[in-house]
């Protein structure tokens, strides 16, 4: 499975961005989206489960919005954009097992990353 990430960008803080991840087949996988900012670890943002269940980080719940779409298409709409947001975006996939996993070292498919900027 190969991901590419698109539709990162620069933005002012309260303005939107909309990722995309285009997989390279149409599986059942469990999905997320996950940002790394300098200095910092990699950290989940939003995932995706098999059932079609979302979840958020806390710091991001009300503002973001995990989705799919044609064409093996994964989406992450971000509003409202915080400085704080400003982190290189992947996304990621993983068969699971019984469930579907949160954290990043579980998560076996990664894209090379989208960076997102947000002034002040």
């Known amino acids: 499975l190969q991901l590419v990430e698109s539709g990162g960008g620069s933005v002012q803080t309260g303005g939107s961005l909309r990722l995309s991840c285009a997989a390279s087949?149409?599986?059942?996988?469990?999905v997320g989206w996950f940002r790394q900012a300098p200095t910092k670890a990699r950290e989940g943002v939003a995932w995706?489960?098999?059932?079609?269940?979302t979840q958020y980080a806390n710091s991001v719940k009300g503002r973001f919005t995990i989705s799919t779409g044609a064409g093996n298409r994964l989406y992450l709409q971000m509003n409202n954009l915080k400085p704080e947001d400003r982190a290189m975006y992947y996304c990621a996939a993983d068969r699971g097992g019984w469930s579907c996993p949160t954290y990043y070292r579980d998560f076996r498919y990664w894209g090379q990353g989208t960076q997102v900027n947000v002034s002040s």
């Open positions: 995706l489960d098999k059932t079609g269940t």
């Open positions: 087949e149409d599986t059942d996988y469990c």
